[in-house]
Each structure stands twice: as structure tokens, then as C-alpha cells.
């Protein structure tokens, strides 16, 4: 048989849907009813604020460079890095 003849292969598809509905059920359920992702989200943004609070200039302009690069988030809501 060459190995580019497919005759005799039965086709095998498995859908994970389901699985990843329950994998993401019990995430929540083990975060628990306290958990409050408003509040975590502000926690981020203050600490990302103040990780890069008083720079000096030449820390300022490394920051700014780094971030016009796309290497650190700049500001607003969704500062996910582009990299």
C-alpha cells in the first residue's frame, strides 16, 4: 500500500464541545460563589499601574519604545500584549 492511498482508513472525528462546557463548569463552581471578576480586573489594573508608575526619563522612554513595539500593553481596557 503507498502511503498516500487512503482506501481502507475509517474517518474519526471526536467533538470536545461538551467536554469544554464541563471543564469550564467546574472552574467556576472551584472559584466559588466570592469570586468576583469586576473586582479582579480593577486588582490588575492597579497593580499594572503601579509596576509602571514613577519611571525616570530614560525609563519612561524604554517603556514608551517597548510598547509602540508591541512588547508591553499600552493603556485601556484590553491590554493584552500584541505578542
Known amino acids: 500500500m503507498e502511503p498516500d ?6 474517518p474519526f472525528a471526536f467533538d470536545l ?3 469544554e462546557v464541563r471543564r469550564r463548569a467546574e472552574v467556576v463552581a472551584a ?5 468576583d471578576p469586576a473586582a ?3 486588582g490588575e ?3 499594572y499601574a503601579l509596576l509602571y ?3 525616570d ?5 524604554t517603556y514608551d ?3 509602540a513595539a508591541g512588547v508591553l500593553p499600552g493603556e485601556g481596557p484590553g491590554r493584552a500584549a500584541a505578542h
Open 53 to 55: 508608575s514613577g519611571l
Open 40 to 42: 479582579v480586573l480593577r
Open 57 to 61: 526619563a530614560e525609563q519612561q522612554r
Open 45 to 47: 489594573d492597579e497593580a
Open 17 to 19: 464541545t461538551s467536554d
Open 65 to 67: 519604545m517597548l510598547v
Open 31 to 35: 472559584l466559588g460563589s466570592g469570586w
Open 5 to 10: 492511498n487512503i482506501t481502507g482508513l475509517t
